[in-house]
């Protein structure tokens, strides 16, 4: 079955870097009609889709986020990662990895990691 797993640190201090990654096992991150997206949740905000990486290595972001994240993968570990920038604590949400397919929104997700941005 698919399956994601998200990596990560739940602590980061104001000003420096996050980055994340999710390993997908069961599906491979290249299936063409795919995307493979990060989005976060946090009580101030609620939702907030921040890009997606697609089947052939497209990317997208939310305009909101796009001076700062990047995504990228690494399909001979079938992984995905965020990357993101000059963190400040209206960062601090529940992280997710997601799979993506028109047919199929948003059907799988990562376990949520949960980062806090705190000096």
């Known amino acids: 079955q698919v399956q994601l797993r998200q990596s990560g640190p739940g602590l980061v201090k104001p000003s420096q870097s996050l980055s994340l990654t999710c390993d997908v096992s069961?599906?491979?991150?290249?299936?063409?009609?795919?995307?493979w997206m990060w989005i976060r949740h946090s009580p101030a905000k609620g939702l907030e889709w921040m890009g997606a990486i697609s089947y052939d290595a497209r990317t997208y972001f939310n305009p909101v986020f796009k001076s700062r994240a990047s995504i990228s993968r690494d399909t001979s570990k079938n992984q995905f990662s965020l990357h993101l920038d000059s963190m400040t604590p209206d960062d601090t949400a529940v992280y997710y990895c997601v799979r993506d397919q028109e047919a199929q929104p948003y059907e799988y997700w990562g376990q949520g990691t949960q980062v806090t941005v705190s000096s």
């Open positions: 069961g599906f491979s991150i290249a299936t063409s009609g795919y995307a």
